[in-house]
């Protein structure tokens, strides 16, 4: 358990920081509620496809390694 929630938090500080950079760098301020809800997504969707990523490969990484 403690493998799994140390994974968790590692996928979840590296979906925040791809999160983050998305929308400082990539997308501005939105003029409109519609963008805002679009950039909002896709952030949301990078962020999720990150940290699930990164989880993935930190749990394979410990396993192979045990």
Same mark, same amino acid.
Not at 27 to 47: E, V
């Given at each position: ?15 925040? &920081?791809? +999160?983050?950079? %998305?929308?400082? !760098?990539?997308?501005?301020?939105? @003029? *409109?509620?519609? #963008?805002? $809800? ?6 949301? &969707?990078? +962020?999720?496809? %990150?940290?699930? !990523?990164?989880?993935?490969?930190? @749990? *394979?990484?410990? #396993?192979? $390694?045990?």
């Amino acid at each position: 358990m403690t493998s799994a929630t140390k994974n968790g938090v590692m996928g979840g500080l590296m979906g925040f &920081l791809m +999160s983050f950079l %998305m929308n400082y !760098f990539l997308l501005p301020f939105p @003029h *409109s509620p519609i #963008a805002n $809800a679009i950039g909002n997504g896709l952030s949301g &969707l990078l +962020s999720g496809f %990150m940290g699930g !990523f990164i989880g993935v490969l930190i @749990h *394979s990484k410990t #396993a192979k $390694a045990q």
